[in-house]
């Protein structure tokens, strides 16, 4: 190997992974139980997958909050809601029209105008004194509760009103123009499962139902840990040398937009000392932390020193793809610790195969992994592809086939190439320049 493994590697192949299967979903997952007594335990080079599944197998579990109905927008449920009741709660009526008996108008036709008599008139959120009997009709308006006695609703448009009373000219049949109570949701009915994202009509739904206040994971907390002697931050000059740190920016945004809550802990320099302190403060206030730099295996790379300063089990480093490969993950107490690369652009591909998934999974939702779709690719990609890669492009249709098009530069460290990234395409180990037209795995990141 080219670079320093600085730990015990034998333990990784004690058959010590305990493969569990992941609420049917067809994955496993792997625990680090039976490693612990080997200290030292780490494994490299690891697929994708299995970077993956040491991830999501050791994803702590979420808490619960309750918060308040217009407050649960992307909120993720923590238990199923059954409707406590029909909706709509009554019969009503869909239009602005007449209530009636359908067995009247079994005769009724253009020649034959059935007459009825109106004997009261009904408007929305008011209740019918009368029933309806034969020969006998009840103004309704869209909304209005159906009048007892009355199985069919006629358009004002349909009929022809004069004085007190109104002229049909066709048969009806029992129930037509009627909205039944429970056509939308029946008493008892589950209107939503744990697990599902809180979206507006489903707000509106519970509303309808009279919920004002649900039940719902905490948002998992996340720290971000920066490390690296180059950065400064927004608002100083910047000096000779050194880089603004954008990484804990767009970091912290993908952290918010996955709904959970990310806590910036702050950058530190190139001494492990330095970046353990800030890890073991991440630690203590969040669920997972994540560091950005200093992963890989140049002599200022401290992070791997700063996880076992901080007292934790490296799960895997580096991952058999590009870009990216210098990622880490380790474990303190249940909580994972995830480095990623500097180069914002591997970091960030590498957020969306890994920590998107774990940070969905820890919000409590059901659907935690990306879709894979296949996707042909609208130009060519020069390169060799020695080791897996992920190119980075955008979604396009053309009659009705999902092409992928660049979305810019594929270097590891260029981050505008992710602004309009929809797609993850997989280039498989060992491939050859592609030619448009290409068929390529990809993860639908939307
Ligand atoms: N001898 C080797 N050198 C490198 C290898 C290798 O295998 N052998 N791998 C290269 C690859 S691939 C990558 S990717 C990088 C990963 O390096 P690190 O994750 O250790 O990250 P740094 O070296 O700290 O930084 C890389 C790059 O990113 C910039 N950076 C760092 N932090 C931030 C931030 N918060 N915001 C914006 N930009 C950041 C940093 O200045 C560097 O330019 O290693 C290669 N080297
Ligand atoms: O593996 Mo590095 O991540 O090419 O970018």
Redesign the pocket.
């Known amino acids: 190997m ?2 320093k493994v600085r730990v015990n590697l034998i333990g990784a192949y004690f058959g010590m992974f305990l493969s569990l299967s992941c609420k049917g979903r067809g994955f496993s997952v792997l625990t680090v139980e039976s490693a612990r007594k080997y200290g030292g335990f780490m494994e490299t080079n690891v697929s994708a997958e299995k970077a993956l599944q040491f991830l999501l197998g050791n994803c702590p579990a979420g808490g619960q909050e309750r918060v308040a109905l217009p407050d649960s927008l992307g909120r993720v449920l923590d238990e199923d809601i059954r409707a406590g009741e029909d909706i709509p709660q009554f019969d009503r009526s869909p239009l602005d029209g007449y209530a009636f008996r359908a067995a009247d108008t079994l005769r009724a036709g253009e020649d034959n105008p059935l007459i009825l008599e109106v004997i009261e008139e009904v408007p929305a959120g008011y209740t019918p004194s009368k029933a309806v009997s034969a020969g006998k009709t009840i103004k309704v308006m869209t909304g209005a509760p159906i009048p007892e006695g009355a199985d069919a609703v006629v358009k004002y448009e349909e009929t022809l009103e004069k004085g007190n009373t109104v002229s049909l000219f066709q048969a009806f049949r029992s129930g037509q123009n009627i909205v039944r109570a429970g056509e939308d949701v029946m008493k008892g009915q589950i209107v939503a499962r744990k697990g599902s994202v809180v979206n507006p009509p489903l707000i509106g739904l519970l509303a309808a139902l009279g919920i004002s206040e649900i039940s719902v994971f905490r948002r998992p907390r996340v720290a971000v840990v ?3 002697e ?2 400064q931050d927004l608002g100083e000059e910047l000096e000779k040398g050194k ?9 912290a945004a993908y952290i918010s937009e996955l709904g959970g809550e990310p806590l910036v802990i702050g ?1 530190a320099g ?1 001494k492990a000392e330095e970046v353990a302190v800030l890890m073991k403060r991440g630690l203590a206030e969040a669920d997972v932390v994540m560091t ?7 002599d ?2 401290v ?1 791997q020193d700063a996880v076992r300063l901080a007292g934790a089990e490296v799960l895997f480093w ?1 991952i058999d793809m ?6 880490l993950a380790a474990l303190k107490d249940g909580k994972l610790i995830l ?6 652009a ?2 960030m591909v590498v957020f969306q195969l890994l920590a998107s998934p774990l940070i969905k999974k820890l919000a409590g939702r059901a659907e935690y992994l990306w879709q894979r779709i296949e996707v042909l690719l609208k130009e060519d990609f020069r390169k060799n592809s020695p080791r897996r890669r992920y190119l980075r492009g955008r979604l396009v249709w053309e009659k009705g086939t999902a092409l992928m098009e660049f979305t810019g530069g594929q270097g ?2 260029v ?1 505008s190439s992710l602004i309009e990234c929809d797609l993850l395409a997989e280039i498989p180990a060992g491939s050859g320049p592609l030619k448009a037209g290409e068929k390529l795995e990809a993860l639908l990141l939307k």
């Open positions: 080219a670079y920066s490390t690296g180059e950065l880089i603004r740190n954008s990484n804990s920016y767009s970091l950058t190139d950005t730099g200093g992963v890989s295996v140049g200022y790379d992070v580096r590009k870009p990216g490969s210098p990622t480095g990623l690369s500097g180069n914002p591997a970091g590891n460290d981050l």
